[in-house]
């Protein structure tokens, strides 16, 4: 006992010690590549050879922060020389006009890129991401044409003699001093950009590239992701516009054409969109090759051209593609008991529970008990040009209970669904969750209101591993901020192990935890369709809706999925399902209703919508169809 | 040898095996039901013989010749023509212009577009009275019919029908299964997907119960019709309590 | 981007004097002839837009590439010392059919393999074919700008009223119109035609008619071309000067014409196209020329975010 014990211990202490180690490196291999290459060339003392390395470092700090735009988030941005405009003209005019310090002038180029990025972004990335490509191609455009035609800064000339940067009273004034800073600026920007995509905020934004109606379905504020990617992609290349500048020590409006938006694509394309390692090869190809091939220099841009198209044909993960580590499902957490891990969801799941009903008794509104209305459905409205697709209905779901949604396909189920979960607003109606309306709110809100959902076509985010998926689920329940996120606080990291061990509980539950690490498309349709309920679950929702999850299932994996129903119920968790197997949904359903043509026909207990006779001549058709047709072909 | 006979058909979307081995034949004048639930592969089974779909092994025969790795538009040009659930007409174009599109192997003889779609207006005279209307605002059931004259409109030998009966009302689907029927019997061969067994039944020959990608049962639609096991497979004996 | 493409002259030509109700009479006929241009390359944005979703960020340099084709057969081949009927037929057809050329060669080897992948990886290669014609046209005529035959044309004109209009102008809007013309009657009066359209809804429902969908994508990208190697022939015959960027704001301002009048929307892309040319015409007139794409932009963001729909609809159904 004691022995096992102490191989606990020392397993634990292994593990934790492998932990940080695999932590740890991409610090330290990040500052002892940059500091072995950085010296290496200062130590060759050639200022030609530095100089390129300056250049090398200014593309690679810009092509991080597009990286975070176009690789992490899936935006394309063809407009990116405006922040980089923008950053340099904060810097260059603070320092000549108001004669302040280089360093000091940094926060406000950042503050000004990132504002303009909010300004432009918020009402813009919503819009289609090739629309949004030409927007931020024209606001590239009209930034430069601005400071082309604003005579303070210089008009066409832009402005001159910026001096050189002043570091606690030593000049910065050689080539040497610029590479240190750009190296710095450069270590700083890759941990940071490494930080956010390990974090659920890059989980987040894959989420997003793949399939962004299921990840703000499942609780991912897909606006604010995209906004926040844009903003801090526009700071970086604010902050690398000072730099530039003050390096340069002139800038005008021919430095930051689209041109060069496409140079700093083409550094992430040719590196690999989404690779951190590949930016600096990226920056490398592009800054280095003109310099060693001179006589094609006048040619680059043919080539670039040329390599542009070739990478996306031939090889679109890039020269330095992202590594994506086999996922090692939790790896280093603690094994559970089976037993345990139903104990610690349903206990997990009742404080949760609790303390929301105290929240709202706190806010004032009434709470609903078990068996009281949790969902009111009143007079609901859906056309699609002349097809009523729901219409005027109104029921109510009880706490506490499987309420079954049934009905001929087309019968306006999935579209009632789309309406409480705010994927569509109703024409007309109300619909009233926890006594509140959640009429008008976005997908992601309601999730965090407490309503979970499945798909009828699973959508599961395919090149992510199943575990997760299921943390994807989990993303309104973190608690830990951004900034937190990009510095990977210790208190980040205890919300990152919470959430994979919730995960793998909510798995357990499923009866999936031994696929946690496969890809989601490996699996059978069954397992796909029970990776999206576990991933509906773990925002512990108070409602689930399950759109069809029988759908494509075996008699065996229909009993199984009848278990998993029952033990959500008996979580405390409501249930409202639709489907078309009726002895699937006469055995688990407390309560039945029945849609045909958007209308509510029926409404009761299984027994009683048995037997209904309009029910089932909405569903099977009528006795005298088959006696009619056959006396006719007789 | 069968106008239409499949044999064997395995198919796959990524890893999920969709059919698991699905044979079936259809005869000219017939009407072939494939029942079954959601998820069984009634619309892969018509996605896959229309081309729209590649099956990874068995045989798709028609008229003796095979069917596998032909494009999906030449073989509209062969004689099968397939009405895809959810009807998937062209909003945007008029009822005409649908029909047009549906003649457009034929473009070129003028004659032969106006007769076949001078005997689909005779066929559903509602379409003749909305021609000139976009097809989006139409309603359900003039959808249902829209879709199947434009795919009558290449003159098919085998014509598939997918959930013609969806989101129509029971007078409405009856009408137009009925239409079904008039169809096959000039002498078109009907594969018919149908969520409501008992009108899909009523009318079809023949039938084919499939539940997750295997054939489970076939027959006689006469026969099937009274069979218990129908009742279980694709109705889950929710009509055996109701009918009882 | 200071070459041919500023109206000052003929913005000046405008002002002799004249003010007031002819004065903005005088821009509304720059605008409208300019404007038609664009409306010719919005057309093919369009269309192609319309059936596979992707900006063809190339439209505007097939333009270009449509100009620099016409300059060479009247200039570097003399064709100028032909009869001017016959002249102008050769100098806007063989530019036509060339740019279709390239359009179709860019279509089966870069964006075809890729039509099924990210909408991301379309969207690069499509910027970079953009990159490369302009690259290719600067290897191949130089990175001069080249002069179109200045006397090829009349320059003589007429007034009406207060308004001063030139034969230039009245022809080559009559040719503009003439396309436009024939591109409606094709796309609204044809069974292809309406094949065309229907790829705007359903790929595979249009399958299932028999049209074989890769040949009317293919159809699409001859048109777009040729509609944009004429409008690049006329704006040669109109300010005289072209040079291989040409085509970079070109293709923005048109496509910011076809987003004003609704993508996929056919009389909306020549709508928007006039709408464009005006706005660009008084832009320059009554406030500066160094202002005027800022105000066009200004207008493209605004849409975009109003009503990203287009001012006339768009004619694009979303698929899932």
């Known amino acids: 006992m004691i022995d096992r014990l102490a191989n606990h211990r020392v397993a634990r202490t292994y593990v934790a010690t492998r932990d940080q180690l695999a932590r740890l490196p991409f610090w330290v291999r990040v500052i002892v590549i940059l500091g072995a290459v950085g010296g290496s060339v200062l130590a060759n003392g050639d200022d030609y050879v530095t100089a390129v390395g300056v250049s090398v470092a200014t593309y690679a700090m810009l092509g991080l922060g597009l990286n975070i735009v176009v690789g992490y988030a899936g935006l394309l941005d063809l407009g990116y020389a405006a922040f980089f405009a923008i950053g340099a003209y904060t810097s260059a005019l603070l320092m000549t006009q108001a004669h302040w310090n280089f360093f000091a002038t940094l926060p406000l180029a950042v503050l000004f890129t990132g504002t303009a990025g909010a300004i432009l972004g918020y009402p813009t990335l919503r819009l289609r991401s090739d629309y949004l490509a030409i927007v931020t191609l024209g606001f590239g455009e009209m930034t430069r044409i601005t400071f082309n035609n604003w005579d303070y800064a210089g008009g066409p000339n832009g402005i001159l003699q910026i001096p050189w940067p002043n570091f606690f009273g030593y000049e910065l004034n050689t080539q040497g001093d610029f590479f240190i800073v750009g190296l710095a600026l450069l270590a700083v920007a890759m941990i940071f950009a490494q930080n956010l995509d390990h974090s659920r905020l890059g ?74 390692p590949g930016v600096i090869v990226g920056a490398l190809v592009v800054v280095a090759m003109p310099e060693v091939l001179r006589e094609f220099a006048d040619r680059r841009l043919l080539i670039f051209a040329v390599l542009l198209i070739g990478m996306m044909l031939v090889r679109p993960q890039g020269l330095w593609p992202r590594i994506r580590r086999k996922p090692k499902p939790f790896y280093g957490l603690e094994e559970e008991e089976s037993e345990d891990v139903a104990d610690k969801i349903l206990r997990e799941h009742q404080v949760q529970m609790e303390e929301r009903d105290r929240r709202h008794a706190a806010a004032g509104r009434q709470v609903p008990q078990r068996g009281e209305a949790l969902l009111e459905v009143e007079g609901v409205v859906q056309q ?66 407490g309503i979970g959902r499945t798909f009828q076509g699973i959508r599961l985010f395919k090149q992510m591993a199943v575990f997760e998926n299921v943390m994807v689920g989990l993303y309104p ?154 006396a006719e072909g007789a | 040898m069968a106008l239409l006979e499949i044999n064997d058909l395995h ?128 309603s359900g059931g003039e959808q249902q019919m829209l879709a199947i004259g434009r795919a009558l409109m290449s003159g098919p030998k085998v014509l598939m029908l997918d959930e013609p009966s969806l989101g129509l009302s029971p007078i409405l689907a009856r009408s137009v299964l009925k239409t079904v029927r008039e169809i096959a019997n000039r002498g078109t061969a009907v594969l018919l997907v149908e969520q409501n067994a008992r009108q899909a039944l009523a009318i079809a020959d023949r039938a084919y119960v499939i539940e997750v990608g295997r054939v489970v049962l076939e027959g006689e639609a006469a026969i099937l019709a009274g069979d218990e096991r129908v009742q279980k497979a694709y109705l889950g004996g929710f009509e055996a309590v109701g009918a009882g | ?104 060669g860019i279509l089966q080897f870069a964006y075809k393999p890729l039509l099924k992948r990210s909408l991301l990886a379309i969207l690069i290669t499509a910027l970079g074919m953009s990159l490369l014609l302009q690259n290719t046209a600067e290897l191949i005529w130089g990175p001069r700008i080249e002069a179109y035959p200045p006397n090829l044309l009349p320059s003589t004109g007429f007034f009406m009223g207060p308004v001063h209009v030139t034969y230039v102008q009245i022809a080559l809007a009559f040719v503009s119109l003439l396309l436009m013309g024939a591109m409606v009657l094709f796309i609204q009066g044809t069974t292809v035609g309406t094949a065309m359209r229907a790829l705007a809804v359903d790929h595979d429902a249009a399958r299932l008619m028999g049209i074989n969908v890769d040949g009317v994508i293919r ?61 660009e015409s008084y832009t320059t007139g009554y406030l500066s020329g160094k202002w005027k794409d800022v105000i066009v932009f200004g207008v493209l963001i605004t849409v975009l975010i109003v009503k990203p729909t287009g001012l006339f609809g768009e004619r694009v159904a979303e698929r899932m």
């Open chain 1, 203 to 276: 989980r987040g934004w894959v989420a997003i590239r793949e399939d962004e109606f299921a990840a703000e379905s499942v609780g991912v504020p897909s606006l604010r992701l995209k906004l926040f990617a844009y903003v801090m992609g526009g700071m970086w290349g604010g902050l690398a516009g000072a730099f530039f500048a003050t390096r340069i020590g002139a800038i005008d409006p021919t430095s930051f054409t689209f041109q060069l938006s496409v140079l700093v694509l083409i550094v992430i394309v040719l590196g690999g969109i989404g690779s951190l």
């Open chain 1, 384 to 449: 699609f040009g002349g097809l009523r697709a729901v219409d005027n209905v109104t029921f109510e779901v009880y706490r506490g209970e499987i309420f079954s949604i049934i009905g001929p396909n087309g019968g306006g189920k999935t579209t009632l669904f789309n309406c409480i979960t705010g994927v569509q607003k109703p024409k007309r109606g109300k619909i009233r969750f926890d006594g509140r309306s959640v009429v008008g709110l976005r997908p992601h809100v309601i999730v965090s209101r």
């Open chain 1, 477 to 630: 329940r973190h608690r830990t901020m951004t900034w937190q996120a990009m510095l990977h606080t210790p208190g980040e990291r205890n919300d990152e192990v919470r959430t994979l061990q919730e995960s793998r509980r909510w798995l357990g539950f499923v009866g999936l935890e031994s696929v946690a690490g496969r890809l989601a498309t490996e699996l059978s349709y069954a397992d796909q369709r029970r990776v999206e309920i576990a991933r509906a679950l773990a925002a512990h929702p108070h409602l689930v809706l399950f759109d069809e999850p029988a759908a494509g299932m075996n008699p065996t994996e229909k009993l199984e999925l009848v278990g998993i129903i029952r033990k959500i119920r008996d979580l405390g968790i409501t249930v409202v399902l639709i489907d078309h197997d009726m002895s699937l949904v006469m055995r688990v359903s407390d309560r039945i209703a029945v849609l045909d043509h958007g209308v509510l026909i029926a409404i009761g207990k299984p027994a009683e919508i048995q037997q209904n006779p309009l029910v089932i001549e909405a569903y099977l058709g009528r006795e005298e169809d088959l006696v009619e047709e056959q």
């Open chain 2, 11 to 138: 198919v796959f979307y990524g890893n999920i095996e969709a059919l698991k081995g699905i044979s079936l034949a259809a005869e000219p004048g017939q009407i072939v039901a494939i029942l079954g639930g959601n998820g069984a592969g009634k619309t892969t089974t018509l996605r896959t013989i229309s081309g729209l779909l590649r099956p990874r092994t068995g045989s798709i025969t028609y008229r003796g010749k095979s069917l596998i790795g032909i494009q999906a538009h030449l073989i509209v040009g062969l004689g099968l023509s397939h009405v895809p659930e959810g009807r998937r007409i062209f909003s945007i174009l008029t009822v005409e212009e649908n029909l047009n599109l549906g003649g457009y192997l034929i473009r070129s003889d003028r004659k032969l577009v106006g007769e076949r779609k001078a005997s689909i207006y005779t066929l559903f005279p509602r379409l003749a009275e909305r021609r000139t209307q976009l097809a989006g605002t139409l």
């Open chain 3, 1 to 104: 981007m200071s070459l041919g493409w500023s109206h000052k002259h003929r913005i000046a030509e405008a002002k002799g004097g004249k003010k007031g109700m002819g004065e903005f009479l005088q821009y509304t006929v720059i605008g409208l002839t300019v404007g038609s241009f664009y409306a010719l390359v919005a057309l093919g944005y369009t269309i192609v837009y319309g059936i596979i979703r992707l900006i063809n960020f190339a439209q505007g340099d097939l333009s270009m590439v449509g100009a620099f084709l016409g300059w060479t057969l009247l200039v570097s081949f003399g064709l100028d010392r032909l009869p001017l009927y016959l002249a102008l037929i050769i100098a806007f057809v063989v530019p036509m059919l060339g740019t279709a050329v390239v359009n179709l």
């Open chain 3, 219 to 279: 159809l699409a990208f001859v048109l777009g071309a040729m509609l944009a190697a004429a409008s690049g022939v006329m704006l040669g015959l109109y300010y005289v000067q072209i040079q291989f960027t040409l085509g970079f704001l070109l293709g923005l301002r048109a496509f910011t014409a076809a987003v004003i009048g609704g993508i996929g929307n056919i009389p909306g892309a020549m709508a928007g196209g006039m709408l464009i040319g005006l706005l």
